[in-house]
């Protein structure tokens, strides 16, 4: 099953873990600032939203930070574990029937419909570049769907995702299963919806993906570890600017209409909740759900929320 491995990765980069066991854990005030300043000291870029009651970290997640761009995630860990309750990623409801669809049926996603091929959709530019980068990794993309092009690009022709370290998303969670803190997923989301939305994508839909993708392959593997660096060095405009991230935030899902606003929505409504709670909690945030333009922390700002942190513009 070779085939559905460029199927998988996409869906892997929305989806996080299911919810763990919920306790209820009294904050201890004088411990709040200790979470706080242990946190920041991570190396991961977060943000601190105070309010009357309590504080909302606000921790800016990319996923496959590179090895060469080290972080400190055993701080992240005892921050997390000061923390009264976690929200994490979206938890996918994947069924059986879901994985046997995708194995029967997952050849229809990874080719382009009806026998057609690249030069049906692309214009003699975008055509042109497909084709160097053909010759320079020695691949045949003509009947490839775009998406599935663009994240081979990306995960195979640039690596992005070897030689990594801990995601900030996997820290937090052992932590919260050590401390038996409470934790949620930020939302939902039916694995058959999504297969639903991914076939139902026309092949147009994924030309900016892989105009994005072309653009980061053009340029090549520094690229990965310049995006590392610019996360660890708290230059969120850098790496919201980086071409690899560039191209990540410009794929399905989330430049889908629908389960891309869904997606973002979940953040939203989640953080609109969060800022009522007391005590300390600690969200892991996708970071361009959280630096993009009209995004979380520009919307948090627009209700003049006291927010500290790494510029984000």
């Given amino acids: 099953m070779i085939w559905l491995r460029p199927l998988l990765l996409p869906l892997a980069l929305v989806l996080a873990s299911a919810p763990l066991p919920a306790t209820a854990q009294e904050a201890a005030p004088d411990s709040v600032e200790e979470v706080v300043v242990t946190a920041r000291t991570s190396g991961a870029p977060m943000w601190t939203v105070r309010t009357e009651v309590g ?16 972080w400190y995630p055993d701080r992240l860990e005892r921050a ?4 009264q309750r976690i929200i994490l990623g979206t938890k996918a409801k994947v069924s059986p029937g879901d994985i046997l669809r995708l194995i029967f049926a997952g050849g229809k ?13 692309l214009d003699a530019p975008r055509l042109a570049r497909l084709r160097a980068l053909e010759a320079r990794y020695e691949q045949d993309y003509s009947r490839r769907n775009f998406l599935i092009t663009s994240f081979d690009l990306l995960s195979r022709r640039l690596a ?12 937090v969670r052992k932590a919260a299963r050590r401390g038996d803190i409470e934790t949620r997923p930020v939302g939902e989301v039916r694995g058959e919806d999504m297969l639903d939305n991914l076939f139902a994508a026309p092949p ?10 072309m653009a980061a392959a053009e340029i ?6 310049a995006r590392g660096r610019a996360w660890t060095g708290f230059d969120v405009p850098g790496l919201m600017a980086n071409p690899l991230e560039t191209a990540l935030g410009r794929c399905w899902p989330w430049t889908d209409n629908q389960l891309g ?25 996708p970071i361009r759900v959280l630096a993009e333009e ?20």
């Fill in 55 to 70: 504080v909302v970290l606000l921790v800016g997640e990319i996923r496959n930070v590179p090895k060469a761009t080290p």
């Fill in 80 to 83: 997390a574990g000061g923390a």
């Fill in 109 to 121: 996603l990874t080719k382009l419909p009806d026998g057609r091929v690249a030069a049906d959709y």
């Fill in 160 to 171: 992005f995702s070897k030689d990594t370290g801990d995601d900030a998303t996997d820290v």
């Fill in 204 to 213: 147009e839909s994924h030309l900016s993906c892989l105009d994005a993708a």
């Fill in 220 to 225: 090549g593997p520094d690229i990965v570890t």
């Fill in 261 to 285: 606003a869904e997606l973002r929505g979940q953040w939203v409504a989640a953080l609109d909740e969060a800022v009522k709670q007391p005590g300390v909690t600690l969200a892991v945030v």
């Fill in 294 to 313: 009209g995004g979380v922390l520009d919307q948090l700002k627009a209700r003049d929320l006291d927010i500290s942190g790494p510029r984000w513009r």
